[in-house]
């Protein structure tokens, strides 16, 4: 049933936020090229030239609706990055991304992956956007690594840049298995190893509210 009560000269009788919200979900499913202006009509309950009027462009729709999926994105990454130690930043970042790739109430993997993963040239704006973003998730990684570094939190000789990338890595490729349908449990045994390959020997102080089965959901 549409949100929408179409009115010649009336303003629009529809929740921006609301309808923002069912377009990302339209778009992580589908993503940008699988997903058409029919597919977001009829799921944000908005005909065409309403959307037109009030997101511009598919492109600016995409955009406006990635920029809201960050906020929480960076919201979880800022949390996970607050604990006070490297080896305890990276178990958050990692157990937080597994968490919120494996909730129910949105599409499974993450949209930064699920975007855009192919992308055709005409297209190649969406790809540099998605990119940003997780380069951006990168560098909040690399900071945060640095200062441990410089507060001797890091074993001698680790290469802090080298590091943030490969958590990074990690992260992103249990996107990919998320969306192909790995479950939760599995997704964080596979991060009880990657943290005793990182940090051997942290691998028995882990906090059990950041390892333990009742992990809040991203």
């Excluded at 778009?27 to 309950?45: I, N």
């Excluded at 051997?200 to 991203?218: N, T, Y």
Aim: contains cysteine; charged residues 25%; glycine residues 8%.
């Amino acid at each position: 049933m549409s949100i929408e009560t179409p009115a010649i000269g009336r303003p629009r009788a529809f929740d921006e936020e609301t309808v923002l919200d069912r377009a990302t979900e339209v778009f992580w499913q589908h993503g940008y090229e699988g997903t058409s202006m029919t597919t977001l009509t009829s799921a944000m309950g908005i005909n065409r030239p309403s959307l037109y009027a009030t997101f511009g462009s598919k492109e600016q729709l995409f955009e406006r609706a990635f920029t809201r999926y960050r906020e929480t994105q960076l919201a979880n990454v800022r949390a996970a990055l607050d604990q006070p130690t490297a080896y305890a930043a990276i178990e958050a970042f990692l157990r937080s991304s597994v968490d919120g790739l494996t909730a129910h109430d949105h599409p499974r993997g993450c949209l930064s992956i699920q975007g855009g993963l192919a992308c055709s040239p005409e297209n190649a704006r969406i790809s540099e956007v998605l990119a940003a973003g997780r380069a951006a998730n990168e560098a909040a990684l690399e900071e945060r690594l640095a200062r441990a570094a410089k507060e001797g939190d890091l074993p001698p000789g680790v290469d802090h840049r080298a590091l943030a990338r490969f958590v990074m890595a990690l992260s992103e490729g249990f996107a990919v298995h998320a969306a192909a349908g790995a479950g939760r449990e599995d997704l964080q045994a596979s991060v009880d190893i990657a943290l005793r390959a990182l940090v051997p020997s942290h691998a028995d102080q882990r906090s059990p509210s950041l390892s333990g089965p009742d992990s809040p959901d991203a």
